[in-house]
């Protein structure tokens, strides 16, 4: 059904922008872009291109790892978000779960296994489960998709546990400050957070999230972190926005010049606006209007699909 609904929504796109190779782009001009408010559509791939990509002739590839890079770099993806924790003795790995069990062939939480127990594990197919296949892929250490990332996709770290400091350090060691971002949450009263150590080291977004989950007070909270020497280079919203909190947001971020991120996952972020799931019937009527609304940052499990509309539509 999947793979219907995707050909479909190309088709109606226009096929051939979806075939066209990617022009390549250095992780320099992607992260120029993204600091440009007025830049096109950032395409942010959810854990990488893990979903098939049968326009493209890719099958599925294990979330998170070396193949769900590569489809997304051959592909022209902007970015790759991508999550990490930490081992027990003390290496940062690339795992979205606080355990291995859905994703690995293994059991346990991360923080209870070496670097050595969760290298011996394979990563399970696409999102996983117990009752998914087994790749011949390995989970990363944070070390290894900085490198495996260079000067093909710039990444969206998103740090599990209290470990920015050593994320931060390791971004540094391998020189990718300026191919990678980070985010936080902050909430109603908190000063801004890009010119505080050790985040004005990287590009930083912040996930602004109100006490009452109306958004009203969202547009005063960006403007407070956009208060700062520092600035963040987007604003992600929160589960669960009203989707007639998003004018006033919006309005505020244009005028304060900073992107606005939405997570286009399950269609429990900006409420009434839809899914990916929703968009591969109707993508531009997904999409397209909440990029017409003026966000310009999508999370999606779809990135093809993501890609054929905005290519389709000119939004280069």
Known sequence: MKIILLAAAALSLAA??????????????????????????????????????????????????VQALEKCAAMGVDMMETDVRESKDGYLVIMHDETVDRTTTGTGKVADLTLAQIKSL????????????????????????????????????????????QVIAAVRKAGAQNRVTLKTRVGVGSQPLAPMAPYDEVPFLVIPKDGDDSGKSIPDMIAAQMSGKIKPVGIELPYRLPREALPAIVKRAQSLGVRLWVNMLDGNFVLGAGSDRDALRAPDAVWGSLVREGVSMLL?????????????????
């Open 122 to 165: 394979r990563l399970r197919q696409d999102e996983g489960g117990s009752d998914v296949p087994a790749t011949d892929q390995l989970v990363l250490t944070l070390d290894e998709m900085l490198a495996l990332a260079k000067d093909r996709i710039t990444l969206n770290l998103d740090v599990k546990d209290a470990i920015y400091p």
């Open 300 to 316: 999606t499990d779809e990135p093809e699909a993501m890609l054929a509309m905005r290519d389709a539509s000119g939004r280069r």
């Open 16 to 65: 051939t922008a979806a075939h066209a190779a990617p022009t390549h782009r250095s992780t320099g001009e992607i992260m120029a872009q993204i600091r440009d408010p007025h830049g096109r559509l950032i395409v942010v791939a959810h854990r990488g291109c893990h979903e098939p990509a049968p326009l493209h002739g890719f099958g599925a590839a294990p979330e998170n790892s």
